[in-house]
């Protein structure tokens, strides 16, 4: 069956930051944010970046030649390597509408999240798969809009 070009789809990947990465995450994250935005509302593009223990994971989806073009631009990106794509596929709906990109990192202080993906309590990135990878960012995307709600608020 032909996919429909305007249809959702939806791509999930891990990497490893480079260590110069790594050693000034806040700033290089903001520095990456900064410049996905725009981007991504221009082609209808939104998303999740996680960072986690070295590693990057994000969601991206949009329509299929948008999500495409923006992973393979990603993937030539020196700020990280060891791109695998975890799942990929058409998507029924939006799953991070509110943002054309997010990051969020994952702390130690997060343990409960991490615990729920691996029994041993770490993060462990060879666990990670289609079903889990989702569980994973949707539970983060829950949190982000819940402090977004809090800032709203207090
Ligand atoms: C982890 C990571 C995530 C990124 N996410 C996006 C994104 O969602 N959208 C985007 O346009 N660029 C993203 N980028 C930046 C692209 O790799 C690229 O630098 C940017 O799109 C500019 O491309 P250009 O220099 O070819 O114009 C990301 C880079 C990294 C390292």
Redesign the pocket.
């Known amino acids: 069956m032909a996919h429909n070009p305007g249809a959702l789809y939806r791509l999930f990947y891990r990497?490893r930051q480079t260590p110069e990465v790594s050693a000034d995450l806040d700033f290089q994250v903001q520095q990456?944010i900064g410049?996905?935005i725009s981007?991504?509302r221009s082609v209808g593009?939104t998303?999740l970046?996680l960072t986690v223990q070295g590693h990057?994971i994000?969601a991206?989806e949009g329509n299929v030649a948008a999500v495409r073009a923006?992973y393979a631009?990603?993937a030539?990106?020196p700020?990280?390597r060891d791109l695998h794509i975890i799942a990929q596929g058409p998507a029924g709906k939006r799953l991070f509408g509110d943002w054309n990109?997010c990051a969020r990192s994952l702390a130690p202080s997060d343990k409960a999240i991490l615990e729920v993906l691996d029994s041993k309590g770490g993060f462990n990135k060879e666990a990670l798969t289609a079903a889990t990878v989702e569980r994973l960012l949707t539970t983060v995307a829950t949190i982000q809009s819940r402090t977004a709600l809090e800032a709203l608020v207090s």
Do not use: A, E, Y
């Open positions: 990497s990456i410049s996905s981007r991504n593009l998303g970046l990057f994000q991206l923006t631009r990603i030539m990106d700020r990280h990109m």
